[in-house]
Nanobody, 119 residues
């Protein structure tokens, strides 16, 4: 079982930056594809970014390309999301998720961290 705990959310003005962190328990972290999703009130959950188990490949949702960067430190069992040039439409609860590289579904989810961007 893997537990994920997000941190780093908060209130920021448009154009500002935040870095989210997701700390994972368990030695199998380095075997997992990790991702960030977000969900705004009244909207469906949206894919933000993911990163392969060794950090060699990343993918981004169209809404955040060029502004957000996902990274990981397997020695620290942590995945990060650097968010720059934030916009009010980035306001959402951000969730960290993990899955084994051998499966398609994300089995592990954090509790979420709120990001609010004011205009």
């Amino acid at each position: 079982q893997v537990q994920l705990v997000e941190s780093g959310g908060g209130l920021v003005q448009a154009g500002g930056s935040l870095r989210l962190s997701c700390a994972a328990s368990g030695r199998t972290f380095s075997s997992y594809v990790m991702a960030w999703f977000r969900q705004a009130p009244g909207k469906e959950r949206e894919f933000v970014a993911d990163i392969t188990s060794n950090g060699g490949s990343t993918h981004y949702g169209d809404a955040v390309k060029g502004r957000f960067t996902i990274s990981r430190d397997n020695a620290k069992y942590t995945v990060y999301l650097q968010m720059n040039n934030l916009k009010p439409e980035d306001t959402a609860v951000y969730y960290c998720a993990g899955r084994g590289w051998w499966v398609d579904q994300f089995a592990y989810w954090g509790q979420g961290t709120q990001v609010t961007v004011s205009s």
